[in-house]
């Protein structure tokens, strides 16, 4: 195996391992059996169709957002607005959709609708893009701050009419625009599960992302700059550009997350949909590692987990989940650095250059 | 009383006051932190996890000043993990403060629902109420603002801040470390613990915040930090890293906070949202503003040149 | 007398790079001693760790006959070995006092500095010295020699019994040459081992009292000095001993008749870094720029290389490839593949339709690859595991790569680091650049590279060309025109 193959491995062991640890000791702490939670946990999601089918749909969204995050990280920025840049795209694909004419055939609404995540994602992403590539304004707290600015902008648009009156969310988007679920499409043993289409969508998305990086000048570029803003500023590479670029198109890939709960699942907009689906999404990237293969397994690890928390709520709080994304982020990446240590031996590699400090 | 006299009135100064609290106390985490060069998101955390380790303390003793200490220690904890994780450890800053908010926003739901079987709410608390000083007007919340244990505690810690770092062996160590940890190194400091007891001790502080934002509402409610720890980073990096001004750059967030609360009992629904999001818009501004003076004589100066990097 | 400080069989690595192998050595009280060397002999390696600034491999450090343990600065300060390193360990933002008590500060209850018990102790040493120091103005304010002076300050108020410099004439004027060893020599004879890291053979000449000579992180020799016709005979020993038994084999270079000219500066200013540069390079001629580190020369590259643009006077170069003096920040992208580095920033030439054509880009880095040398010859290699000099190779191939595409070539500080063989490779490259036609631009602080290459040498001091000489001009000459003439150090220069 190469040297990069096994820090990936020993990385991603540990954070298993460190996360097997958190929850056994906060289960124990809780006063419940580690092991029969865990049973309970596993049996509620790989146990059943159902749970199966709910894991899956809960890491589409991950998966989207994981890609997202990492193609921020490869321009070694931190998306950490993928929330905010979910939501918008999510309340303009339930208006759009909403909006279309009700006979809309699927082959006109669809592309239409699905267009719009990723153009409302982007442009929420835009203000944090300009503000690093023009003025070198660190990106961590202006997307956190436009994930807020969101939250009361969703709401504000919702009140203000786009929402079906006396609720908080969009009315029904057409039945031309809605995602088919894969029960629908010939996996009745998925039944009464809400993964659509969405997700193989999301596996393209995967896929072409990794392309992107690795085949095309721009995304090449991209990770360059990442690497090493002034080599690359020195060989005329225009860094501010790649690097604004970088965090637009981290942003329309969230927006992309949105379909998956809008279109593939209720079938409309409701305020405070696809929460934690952002900041998963950084412990998906950081525990996927940069390959797309990482990146599902990770999103199907975090979708299990988020599903499993629903399952064994009753028992344990689901709460616990979240703090267990925390517990095994931190791991990786310690784990990561010390590999990375050990193995260069005395060789420092060099840190990740990111402009202006928060 | 109309808009304009509100926000001019001794009840608006009275809970600017009273809500600057936790974002002065966060923004002296934020400067200790960062003038020993270490990168700190993890502020929104500690604000929620001193916040609950107050009000359990104070539930479980009775007495408010055990919460503050709990809050306190809960925060140097915190701190302290995250000065391990990124200067031990050697992790980015950024992913081990959104690893400690993850933890902490999560975890505080886990203990809520552990001791009090509830996952929004903890059992109220007295705090430091008053009874000497009761009345709904302006002029008395004023009074009991000033008279707070956790205000007066607050500004005694911006005076303390300021003569440490600029007048101890310890202020100097950490502004050099900040500053070049190569070179303090090389004259014999220990960079990596200096940073550790800095991160600490704005741990510390910045837990005090959370007790106060707890003790204010009378109860923990989970999620209750709302992204005071953010805005009072930015207020650190907008006033250029200095204790003095970044506690005035908190007031001023806080002023405005204040004032999307009266708007908010003033006006419709809606103009409620525009309200709410007035301080993160406001910190949006301020960032450009940095950012786009930050050559030609920043209207904060440059941050500390060691930020980030470490020793060897 | 037992040696104040011994040195025993330290060790040292860099990854692939063997810096410090096995050296022994000893210090004594009351004399100078030089420890010289080529670039990359391991020099100031061996001295940080004697200072405890770096932990050796294997080896001891003994102070006064007991080992140096915990092997840190901070205990090496404690035990009074003081060092002044090149790039000085000056906190900018600080104050000269601050400066100067960082790490052993005088303080009162709670913690308080006693900044009057500092500033004292600080005058007496500083009389002791014999100069004088703001002490309230932040450090990165002050000139290069005050720097120096208050670095010195630092170890002596740290009651150092030995004290340690490295290269410390690199950014002085001839005067404060002078001065410093004046100070020195005070120093030894009170007692001290002074010990000083140079190059530079007529220091070692007028002030060693020892020498002791260091190649390819070896010790070679420990001389004692003397004066005067003997001094000269033992430098020439010196001499010897630094390049090794086979003298370096001359360049071959066809000179040719200069043709057009290809680059062109006129008053050419920027900042207060350059302040009227005129200067013109033809085609088929490798001019050098000679000049003491500080004095515009990394501003002037920047300029030609289209980076900065100058607030006055006029650039016209024709395409150039430039390859940048700090090869990790510039010339690099340490973390990518060799692949990735040797066709950097050229993308585009093999991109259609927006995606890269993987086996023309495969091509042409092989290509420069062979062409450059580089070893080990493993395109998937990340760059930051090969050794210093090869990975300028990796930058010089690029560079010359561009060959068909550029008629100007700027090369600043093209040997640092690098060891001899791959230097000669790099001079064999410059040199076929020019015998092909291009025009050269050299910039090297190498007096020696820049005589053996250059067909005419400029010299660069505050901003200015202040003389153009033949490369065969008298060091002495040169020498004199670089520290010219009432040079006054910058703020922030060398640091």
Known sequence: MSERGRQTLVATLAGIAAGWLAFALLVWIYGESPREVAGQLLAGTWGMAYGVGQVLYKATPLLLTGVAVDLALRAGLFNIGAEGQLAVAGLAVGTVGASLPPGTPAWIALPAVIAVAPIAGAAWAGVPALLRARFGAHEVISTIMMNRIAGAAVGLALARGLAVPGTVRTPDVVAGARLPRLEALGLPSLHGSAVSVALPLALVVAVLAAWWLARSRIGRETVLVGLSPSACAAERIPVARRVGGALVLSGAVAGLAALAPVLGYKGYYESGMGAGAGFGGIAVALLGRGHPLGLLLAALLFGTLEQGGLAINARVPMEVMTVLQGVVIVAVALADARVRAYVAGSIALPRRSRGTPP | MSLLASLLSVTMLAQTLRMAVPYVCAGLGGVWSERSGVVNIALEGILLAGGLGGVVAHVATGSPWAGVLAGALVGAGIGLVHALIVVRGRVDAIVSGIAINLAAAGGSRFVLRSLYDSSSNSPPVDGFRSALLGGAGGGALLVRTLVDPLTIVTALLVVATGWTLYRTRFGLRVRACGEDPVASASVGVDVPRVRLLAVSLGGAICGLGGVALAYDEHQFQSGMSGGRGFIALAAVILSGWRPGRAAAACVAFAALDAAQILVQDQARAASGYVAQMLPYVATLVALWAIARRRGAGAIGGRPPAGLGRAAD | ?495
């Open chain 3, 1 to 495: 007398m037992p040696a104040l400080l011994s040195l025993d069989r330290l060790d040292k690595r860099y990854g692939a790079v063997h810096a410090v192998t096995g050296v022994s050595l000893a210090f004594e009280a009351g004399k100078i001693h030089a420890v010289v060397g080529e670039n990359g002999a391991g020099k100031s390696t061996l001295l940080k760790m004697a200072a405890g600034v770096v932990a050796p491999d294997a080896g001891e450090v003994r102070v006064g006959g007991e080992v140096l343990a915990p092997h840190t600065a901070a205990e090496a300060i404690r035990r009074g070995v003081g060092m002044v390193q090149q790039h000085f360990a000056l906190v900018g933002v600080l104050s000269a006092i601050d400066n100067v008590m960082l790490g052993a500060e005088p303080v009162n209850a709670l913690g308080r500095l006693d900044v009057a018990r500092a500033r004292a102790r600080a005058d007496a040493v500083a009389r002791e010295m014999g100069v004088s120091l703001p002490w309230d103005a932040p450090a990165e304010t002050l000139g290069v020699g005050d720097r120096q002076r208050l670095e010195i300050v630092r170890t002596l108020v740290r009651e150092a019994r030995v004290v340690i410099l490295d290269e410390p004439t690199a950014v002085l004027t001839a005067g404060e040459v002078s001065q410093l060893y004046a100070t020195l020599r005070r120093l030894a004879e009170g007692g001290r081992a002074v010990i000083v890291v140079t190059h530079r053979l007529d220091e070692v000449r007028d002030h060693a009292d020892e020498v002791t000579v260091l190649r390819h992180g070896k010790r070679v020799s420990t001389r004692i000095m003397q004066r005067g016709e003997a001094g000269v005979d033992l430098l020439r020993d010196v001499t010897r001993d630094i390049m090794g038994e086979e003298p370096p084999p001359a360049l071959e270079r066809r000179r040719r008749e200069p043709g057009e000219v290809r680059l062109e500066m006129k008053d050419v200013h920027l900042g207060r870094a350059l302040r009227g540069v005129t200067l013109r390079v033809r085609a088929g001629e490798i001019v050098g720029i000679a000049g003491v580190e500080g004095n515009g020369q990394r501003e002037l590259v920047r300029v030609l290389a289209g980076l900065d643009a100058p607030d006055a006077g006029e650039v016209r170069c024709d395409a150039a490839a430039v390859v940048h003096e700090d090869r990790h920040a510039e010339g690099l992208v340490l973390a990518a593949t060799v692949r990735d580095n040797l066709v950097l920033g050229e993308l585009a030439r093999f991109t259609r339709h927006g995606l890269v054509d993987a086996v023309a880009l495969e091509r042409e880095a092989r290509a420069r690859l062979d062409r450059g040398g580089v070893v080990p010859p493993d395109l998937d290699a990340l760059a930051v595991a090969l050794s210093g000099g090869n990975q300028q190779k990796i930058v010089i191939a690029r560079a010359v790569g561009r060959s068909d595409r550029v008629s100007v070539f700027v090369f600043a500080q093209p040997t640092r680091g690098v060891d001899l063989g791959a230097a000669r490779a790099i001079h064999g490259e410059m040199a076929r650049a020019a015998e092909t036609g291009k025009a050269v631009l050299l910039v090297s602080a190498d007096l020696a590279e820049l005589r053996a290459l250059c067909d005419r040498i400029l010299v660069l001091a505050r901003g200015r060309v202040v003389a153009e000489l033949p490369p065969d001009a008298p060091e002495r000459v040169v020498g004199e025109a670089m520290l010219g003439g009432g040079l006054e150090p910058r703020a922030g220069a060398g640091a």
